[in-house]
């Protein structure tokens, strides 16, 4: 909570937001996924990483997971918060570059936290046409 709002105060339009989702919120969406039939499962803007929290808790061996964080210092958070797992510090317009990483070609989920009324025109024109079975926007 204190290092999303200390990023809000650097960072506000690219923040988002000054809460992080609540625990049941990112239960709610989590919930919805079928991580046994979904491969790769990619996370963009996970903030301080209570929604990664919930799917870190449901992934199996057979999944690919990895997260797209813009901001550094989030990045370092939740690299200390869930060691071992991949956080790129980048845009999540640059996904395809980190699904060759993990030699895939395309996300079978995608779970977004940008707000999308915050993204640029390029941004906004990218996200809906990722080749995706499933999208969710919490924002
Ligand atoms: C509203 S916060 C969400 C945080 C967290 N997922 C939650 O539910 O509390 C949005 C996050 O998206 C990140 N972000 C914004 N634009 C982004 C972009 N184009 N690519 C990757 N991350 C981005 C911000 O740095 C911020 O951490």
């Not at 923040?15 to 989702?21: A, E, H, K, Y």
């Not at 956080?87 to 070609?105: C, G, P, Q, R, W």
């Amino acid at each position: 909570m204190k290092e999303i709002f200390s990023q809000f105060l650097k960072t506000p339009i690219q923040t988002g937001s000054l809460i992080p989702s609540s625990e049941s919120f990112a239960k709610k969406i989590v919930k919805q996924i079928d991580f046994t039939k979904n491969k790769v499962i990619v996370e963009f803007g996970p903030g301080t990483g209570p929604v990664t929290a919930q799917i870190l808790n449901s992934l199996n061996n057979r999944n690919i997971y990895f997260a797209i964080e813009l901001n550094s210092a989030l990045v370092f958070e939740l690299t200390q918060k869930f060691p071992g797992k991949k956080f790129y510090n980048d845009n999540a317009t640059t996904i395809d570059k980190y699904l060759s990483v993990h030699k895939e070609i395309k996300a079978d989920v995608i779970i977004s936290s940008i707000p999308l009324s915050l993204l640029n025109e390029t941004e906004q024109n990218f996200l809906p046409h990722m080749k995706t079975h499933q999208q969710f926007h919490l924002c």
